[in-house]
Nanobody, 125 residues
Framework: QVQLVESGGGLVQAGGSLRLSCAAS????????MGWFRQAPGKERESVAS????????YYAESVKGRFTISRDNAKNMVYLQMNSLKPEDTAVYYC??????????????????WGQGTQVTLSS
């Protein structure tokens, strides 16, 4: 049974930083691309970043480029999202997801195979 468990969300002031983590189990983690998505209140879920199985390639939404960094540790079955210079518009529930290909995961061409339950990130101005 595949499980993705996000952690690290919380309340942070604008300009601050958070590091989200996603622990994966029940799958051959190093064989899959991973992605982070978010959904703000009243908005559709959007892709934030994705990373190939090796970590060699990453993809970012324009709104987070230069501020967010996705990374992974295949030895620990973990994927991370380092979020710096946070803005009020980053407020959302953040989800990690598993897919076959990082580019397809990011673009939405293919739906993720599995989703985590999400972690709330709230920015205070």
């Amino acid at each position: 049974q595949v499980q993705l468990v996000e952690s690290g969300g919380g309340l942070v002031q604008a300009g601050g930083s958070l590091r989200l983590s996603c622990a994966a189990s029940g799958l051959t983690f190093s064989a899959y691309a991973m992605g982070w998505f978010r959904q703000a209140p009243g908005k559709e879920r959007e892709s934030v970043a994705s990373i190939t199985w090796s970590g060699a390639s990453t993809y970012y939404a324009e709104s987070v480029k230069g501020r967010f960094t996705i990374s992974r540790d295949n030895a620990k079955n973990m994927v991370y999202l380092q979020m710096n210079s946070l803005k009020p518009e980053d407020t959302a529930v953040y989800y990690c997801a598993v897919g076959q290909f990082a580019r397809d995961l990011f673009s939405g061409r293919r739906r993720p195979d599995y989703w985590g339950q999400g972690t709330q990130v709230t920015l205070s101005s």
